[in-house]
Each structure stands twice: as structure tokens, then as C-alpha cells.
């Protein structure tokens, strides 16, 4: 390690975000980035730990303390090289992951000061693809073709792998656009499309081909190919079956967020089809990241108001006794969309939508406790009877997803990422894919 005493000295710092009256004027990237000079002291800080907790708790095995130690010596490129082996996207986790490494840092364990792997990461395949350093490459074909159903996450980097690998590979999408949850799911905001499109880009030039705006049954695979790697995602939303439902004026989140990313890129819709909060009062109804996305882009479109609320508790700041390392630290977590201007409260179930005239106008909430229940285990959800009607005009069901029923597949026809294993992260996507790659890669040459 070129500098084991840096973290002594050096503190902490975050690129930021940019002026909160500038940002939520436009749709571009909200996070800044700091200049060579500062990332490479920030890279500094890492203690190269003899047993890096980061490597273990990162789904794609990235080694941090290595791609830091020569990002720290300005080896630019050899930083890249080590980054690239184990993830196939490091401008995607760069910018949108919730750095499960960072939360295993022994400097966040020890003075809650993590090393800013996740912005590192990201600065580095940028270095990579501004100096040159990424350039396409070409791969002796193995004359086995291999079919991947679904272009987000865990596709993309089921194809690039088995690409690497020699297979002519063919993505297939449904809809208008490569990508899935990384290009319909994720506001412009956190991840400009432009960055999506570079990687495709590089994916085709190397031999990769995409076919949007095919939609296949997974129960009638398409003739000509070896082998298939099906991942399509989790598209069934959790909805919120209680009186009102069917008012005008309740979408899930999916269908803005979504909705919200096709006009960017150009498209037109009807004042009917349209999902806008310009001068409405916005309840974002889930806690969670979809809950944010919705809360960044109400305020984009001039929402009058936004108020978010969420069924459990409110976490604890900082540290949280109940989810100690090496669990995932359930703490509150407040992000660059909740700094721009929300209304944010906890333990509230929805009891019924509101209406008039065929349109939703408010929210009927019942304040709930969470009890521990007897034995340990999940606490136990108990009404209160304190009710109240929150106003709201336009109300987005941001709840999560529902786990989609493993279809019957053929010997050949592999299950990858969220349609195997429900809602996840993209981190966790890439990792999926790369497995799933490899599965493939092991059944077709058992074949031989």
C-alpha cells in the first residue's frame, strides 16, 4: 500500500451533490465529482485490511484495496484492469449501487468514515473510457450460439461474458429500447441514458446483438440457438388492493418512472396518458429507493407538495443495535431526492383512496405499531384506530415487487437474476448474469 497511514490524516470526502435549486430544474445526473487529485487522496484512505471485508460483502468479488492502491500511484489503467475483471459495468455500480462494500469498510466499523470505493469505482472506468483504454476487442468464435431473453442487468452481463467466451450471442428485449430496469427503472438523475448506450455500443462492436421490441414466450424459445439465458426481470409490481383502487389518479411507480424516461428520450404522449405532478399534492406511498426515484422526479415535473410514507418504523440514525455488521445496517437513509423537498413519515398503513368525481383526492392512513413478536421473528403489525385522510391528487404505489413463478424450462434454458430470485440489486444482477454465463458455458462444453 503506498500510503497505510492516510486514513489518520486524511478525512472522508464525497463529490456532493449539485445545488439543490439548480438540480431539480433538469433531469441531469444529480452527484458531482471530485477532481484527480482529491480522488486519488481519497483512494489513500484505504488500509489495504489483511482481510478486506469489502471483497467478501461485494456480490462481483471486486477487490478495492487492489484498484485503489494503484489508483492512488496514478496507474490509471492498471487500476481499470484489476476493476474490470470482476465487474462487467463499473459505470452502472459506480453511480447507482449502495456500495455493500463501503457498509463492510473496516473504516466505517471502526469510525464511520468508509473509504468512497463505490465513487472510485466510477471515476475509474471513466478515466478508462476518456483515455482510450477501452477499446472493442474481438473473440475466436466457438460456432455456438446462445440466446439471452431480457437486456437489463443480469442480461447484459450474461452476454458479455458468454461473448468473451466465443458464443454468438443474441439479447432480445420486448420493449423500444435496451436495457430494462437500468433504462426504464432509474431516473435520468442517477443514471444518464447516455452512459447506458455507450456500454451497448462497445457490446455491439465487439459482437453482441441487440433485437428490441421482441417480445418472447418463455414457453416457445426461439429455434437456432444452443443455449438460453432467460432473464426477465420481476415486472409484476405489489399493488394495494383497498377500497378506492380503482379512482383515476393512482399509477405505480414503474408507470411514471418509466413513462418519465420514454419522454426524455423523445417520446410524446396525450394529456390523458400522461403521469404529471406539475401542481399536484404527490403521496408516495413505500419507503424504499422507487419511493425516492418518485419523490426526485415529482419534484422535477413541479409537484405542489410531495409526502412519502412507509408502513414500518422509522430507523435509527447512524447505527442501528438491531442490524449489527455483518447485516445489512438498517438505518434511515436520506437521499438526494429527499433534500429537495418531501413530507416523510413512518408506521402508517393506508386504509382507503379517497375520491371525487371518479378521481383520487386523498389517502385514509391508520397510524400502526410493530410488536415483537413472541419468540423472535418478525414483529407483529397492530392497528392503532388513529386514522386520517392525507390530500393527495396523484398517489404512486412504490411497494416493491412479487416474485415471479419460475416457468418450465428446457435442460438448455437457464433462470437468471430477479426472475429467479425476486427484486434485487444491480450490483447483484451482474454477479447472477456472470454465474449464469458461466452455468452456460459449462453445460455447452459438456456437450462436446
Avoid at 141 to 153: D, F, H, L, T, Y
Avoid at 318 to 339: C, I, Y
Avoid at 439 to 445: H, P, T, V
Wanted: charged fraction near 25%.
Amino acid at each position: 500500500m503506498g500510503n497505510p497511514k492516510a486514513f489518520l490524516t486524511i478525512p472522508r470526502q464525497e463529490a456532493g451533490y449539485r445545488p439543490i435549486h439548480e438540480r431539480i430544474t433538469d433531469f441531469s445526473e444529480v452527484e458531482q465529482t471530485l477532481n484527480t487529485s482529491d480522488r486519488k487522496l481519497q483512494a489513500s484512505r484505504c488500509m489495504d485490511c489483511g482481510v478486506p471485508f469489502c471483497h467478501w460483502a461485494c456480490p462481483l468479488g471486486n477487490r478495492p484495496p487492489e484498484f485503489q492502491d494503484a489508483m492512488y500511484k496514478g496507474k490509471w489503467e492498471e487500476a481499470f484492469q484489476i476493476l474490470s475483471r470482476t465487474n462487467d459495468f463499473p459505470e452502472f455500480t459506480g453511480r447507482i449501487c449502495p456500495a455493500l462494500c463501503e457498509k463492510s469498510c473496516v473504516l466505517q466499523l471502526s469510525i464511520h468514515a468508509p473509504v468512497t470505493i463505490r465513487e472510485d469505482e466510477a471515476a475509474i472506468i471513466e478515466a478508462a473510457f476518456r483515455e482510450g483504454y477501452i477499446k472493442p476487442k474481438h473473440y475466436p468464435r466457438n460456432g455456438k450460439k446462445v440466446a439471452v431473453i431480457g437486456s437489463g442487468p443480469t442480461g447484459l452481463a450474461a452476454a458479455n461474458q458468454l461473448n468473451k467466451k466465443g458464443y454468438e450471442v443474441t439479447v432480445f428485449e420486448k420493449l423500444e429500447y435496451i436495457g430494462g430496469l437500468l433504462r426504464f427503472g432509474i431516473p435520468n438523475f442517477k443514471l444518464g441514458k447516455n452512459i447506458i448506450d455507450r456500454r451497448i455500443r462497445l457490446m455491439e462492436a465487439e459482437g453482441v446483438t441487440f433485437k428490441p421490441n421482441t417480445e418472447i414466450n418463455v414457453q416457445k424459445l426461439p429455434e437456432g440457438f444452443d443455449a438460453y439465458c432467460v432473464c426477465t426481470g420481476t415486472p409484476q409490481a405489489r399493488d394495494l388492493a383497498i377500497p378506492g383502487r380503482d379512482l383515476k389518479g393512482i399509477h405505480f411507480a414503474m408507470e411514471m418512472l418509466a413513462q418519465q424516461n420514454r419522454v426524455l428520450a423523445g417520446q410524446t404522449f396525450t394529456k390523458e396518458e400522461r403521469i404529471d405532478a406539475r401542481g399536484k399534492h404527490v403521496l408516495v406511498i413505500g419507503g424504499g429507493d422507487t419511493g425516492s426515484d418518485c419523490i426526485g422526479t415529482s419534484n422535477r415535473q413541479g409537484a405542489a407538495s410531495v409526502t412519502q410514507i412507509e408502513i414500518m418504523p422509522k430507523p435509527p440514525v447512524g447505527d442501528n443495535p438491531a442490524t449489527p455488521w455483518p447485516q445489512w445496517p438498517v438505518v434511515l437513509k436520506t437521499s438526494s431526492s429527499h433534500e429537495e423537498g418531501c413530507t416523510r413519515r413512518w408506521s402508517l398503513s393506508s386504509t382507503k383512496f379517497i375520491g371525487k368525481n371518479g378521481h383520487v383526492c386523498g389517502v385514509e392512513v391508520e397510524e400502526v405499531e410493530w410488536v415483537p413478536a413472541e419468540g423472535g421473528g418478525r414483529p407483529v403489525m397492530k392497528p392503532t384506530g388513529k386514522k386520517e385522510v392525507i390530500k393527495a391528487d396523484l398517489v404512486l404505489l412504490a411497494m416493491g415487487f412479487l416474485k415471479p413463478e419460475a416457468p418450465q424450462l428446457p435442460p438448455n434454458a437457464f433462470l437468471a437474476g430477479d426472475a429467479a430470485t425476486g427484486a434485487s440489486l444491480v450490483v447483484k444482477c451482474i454477479a447472477e448474469g456472470r454465474k449464469a454465463a458461466e452455468s452456460i458455458d459449462r453445460f455447452l462444453s459438456s456437450k462436446n
